[in-house]
């Protein structure tokens, strides 16, 4: 069982300029908590005081943002892709 | 690299207020918040008096100090001071009492707003050393990148959804620009400059330069408040996507105040979205002061962002000055063009039918009330989504050239003066 969360820029200073990482969780919310046992401090970066993803944060599944699946209980599988992407101004 | 350069003086983050060097970036690192520029306002009021603004050039760059480049701009030096159009007519079939239209359907040189933000953007990347500029557009900014940076010898890379309207893309490809069409809707194309942008070392105009480019947009209300001589309008109401526009022009009626350029008439701002993408209209419509991701399904394709990234600053500025979000139709946006098209003579694309519709529904609920004065800002050309009008407004009479067959057609015409 392999997930690959890609990294954006501006937490890579945190996994020391990893672009990529593996987790092995079966959920979002896990994932969050594995990857903050591997590079701490990315937790807090990602999940405000109330627990849920910031606001001007993105998660997505295989391309899906997780606000359309079901948000940190989203599942995971082995193969998917995680990425973690600011939200971006308009066009 | 030094914190502070021209009037400018950082950027910062809008949510926790860390403040970063003026380099190509757009997100906080602590709390991902968007950084926006901050200024020395005590330069800038010694610098922007009235009197000496009334000599300036009529472009959007006289009020370059409250425009973030380091030096004079280079890109785009002829964009803006679009008309602003008093519409009686339109007024009649808004139901208030005196209404004004802002008209970038006219901006130089790819009529839309998009070429204020795009020579900002473009004008500080030069500044920054960068040779070749990106987006992720819905077609305006698209358009706007590919000839600003065609004219300013920059390379470019735009990225569109693949099913924009056929004149957008076209108006891509005649600059030269490499344009990729992505099988998705804008979030998608958004989600994958993000990674593209942090991959490959250019300056995406919406991305790494968002804080720069999002800031051109406060020119339309600069713009507004001298062609309304020094007065800030009652009402303005403006369409949203990522919501970014509605914010900048509420930044900037305030900056004027700040300034001391226009007195404090608390002016309302209000928003206007397509109900087939209406994420923020319906978060206000909910009292919810966060919106709900949607899938956008609509003729307004300039405006079907379903992630609003300025959603929540949206939904902020309106609660706070006493604004309101509404939405239209399919059908009621191309009512709402031909109304502007045949009271005003301004063929609108799809995105100005939805502020024009959206006015008329807040005259009507009383949100802005019928005896007061209204801006519209109009942002797009006509020209640009034929498509979305195309089997809605008639045919051409045909007729052979024969001076009989003309007074048949025109007896069966009721509507027909004698002078």
Known sequence: ?91 | MSKSAGFMRALKCRECGREYPLEATHVCEFDFGPLEVAYDYDKIKKSMKKAALARRPQTMWRFRELLPVANEPTVGTRVGYTPLIKADRLAKWLGVREAWVKNDAVNYPTLSFKDRVVSVALSRAKELGFETVACASTGNLANSVAANAAAAGLDSFVFIPADLEEGKILNSLIYGARVVGIRGHYDEVNRLCAEIAGKYGWAFVNVNMRPYYAEGSKSMAYEIAEQLDWKLPQHTVVPMASGSLLTKIHKGYQELIKLGLAKDSKPAVHGAQATGCSPISAAYKQGMDFFKPVKPATIAKSLAIGTPADGFYALKVMKETGGAADDVTDDEIREAMSALAECEGIFTETAGGVTVGTAKKLVASGRIPAEDSVVLCVTGNGLKTLDAVQRHVGKPAEIKPSLREFEQLIEKDSKVKSK
């Open chain 1, 1 to 91: 069982m392999a997930v690959t969360v890609r990294i954006p820029t501006p937490l890579r200073k945190l996994t020391n300029e990893q672009e990529t990482v593996e987790v092995e969780s079966v959920t979002i919310g896990a994932a969050i908590d594995e990857l903050e046992g591997k590079f701490p401090g990315i937790k807090e970066r990602l999940v405000g005081e109330d627990g849920e993803v910031r606001r001007f944060v993105n998660v997505y599944v295989n391309e899906e943002d997780i606000r359309f699946l079901e948000n940190r209980a989203t599942p995971l599988k082995d193969g998917d892709d995680v990425s973690i992407i600011p939200a971006i101004a308009g066009g």
